[in-house]
């Protein structure tokens, strides 16, 4: 069974950092895909960024590329967002989604398994 439990949610001041955690278990083979999406209030879930595990290919959209960096740790069955130069606009509950085969999708349907969600606000 897959699971994804999310961590490294909170409460950072505009031009700060956070680095959130998706936890992976249960994939058999290690070609799967993982994506970061977010959804703000009052707002469509928006897929922000992806990471192939077999081949590492990295996917941003325009509103965090430069600012954030998706990165995987094999040993460790876990993805990471790593956020720099948050802004208020990237206040969001953060999910991870995965899907078992790519390519890597922005879009949210093309994934089968999600984690619970983490709370990032960008606050002075």
């Known amino acids: 069974q897959v699971q994804l439990v999310e961590s490294g949610g909170g409460l950072v001041q505009p031009g700060g950092s956070l680095r959130l955690s998706c936890a992976t278990s249960g994939f058999i083979k290690d070609y799967y895909i993982v994506g970061w999406f977010r959804q703000a209030p009052g707002k469509e879930r928006e897929g922000i960024s992806c990471i192939s595990i077999s081949d590492d290919n990295t996917f941003y959209t325009d509103s965090v590329n430069g600012r954030f960096t998706i990165s995987r740790d094999n040993a460790k069955k876990t993805v990471y967002l790593q956020m720099n130069s948050l802004r208020p606009e990237d206040t969001a509950v953060y999910y991870c989604?995965?899907?078992?085969?790519?390519?890597?999708?922005?879009?949210?349907?093309?994934?089968?398994?999600w984690g619970q969600g983490t709370q990032v606000t960008v606050s002075s």
């Open positions: 989604a995965a899907e078992s085969l790519g390519p890597c999708s922005f879009h949210g349907y093309e994934y089968s398994y």
